[in-house]
């Protein structure tokens, strides 16, 4: 247009944040504190997370950024550095299939998005967050869609997996079956 080139600063940018977050994603200082009967710590930079990283906005985040494949592959050997002997419980929508796909149990835990959203709600309403049931709905509902459709590890149950349906089931009855299929699995070995 009027014979001038054209700059675009963002575009410059880009490219240089995207370096910056492979750099900072290949040297996180993350450690998870775990004792029995408490919620894992989440430590960041020797910073307590645990609650900035569970919000809704970061959730949607992590859905976004997991199309990217150099961000991936530099998370991914940080991920693999966590398991450790006697075993690891890893929490994650490609665990089975992408971080950990010789595991010698595989859990793929999942519920309606109805069910989940209505846990969702319950949860952060007990921190005192108001939220509507829609909204969480429908971000669930386009995470899940975008997470099944991207090219890259999508979402789906590893081919050896120990398939879970929670809808309709208590965290009682679910920690339940999933200790007896952990019992069964470690007879088998």
């Given at each position: 247009l009027l014979g001038l080139a054209a700059h675009e600063a963002g575009l410059l940018k880009e490219p240089l944040n995207l370096l910056e977050l492979e750099k900072l994603a290949a040297h996180l200082d993350i450690q998870f504190i775990t004792q029995a009967g408490q919620p894992t710590k989440i430590i960041l930079n020797r910073h307590d997370v645990t609650e900035k990283i569970r919000t809704e906005e970061v959730g949607a985040l992590a859905s976004t950024v997991a199309v990217i494949p150099s961000l991936r592959d530099a998370l991914l050997k940080r991920q693999k550095d966590f398991a450790q002997v006697p075993g690891l419980v890893a929490d994650g929508r490609d665990m089975g299939t992408v971080v950990f796909p010789n595991a010698p149990a595989k859990i793929y835990l999942t519920a309606s998005a109805e069910?989940?959203?209505?846990?969702?709600?319950?949860?952060?309403?007990?921190?005192?967050?108001?939220?509507?049931?829609?909204t969480i709905l429908a971000d669930l509902q386009s995470r899940d869609k975008r997470d099944m459709e991207r090219t890259i590890a999508p979402l789906k149950p590893a081919v050896d997996a120990f398939l879970v349906d929670s809808s309709d089931l208590d965290i009682d009855q679910v920690f339940n079956m999933l200790v007896d299929y952990i019992n069964n699995q470690q007879a088998e070995i």
């Open positions: 069910a989940r959203a209505a846990r969702r709600v319950k949860q952060l309403q007990g921190m005192g967050v108001n939220v509507k049931i829609d």
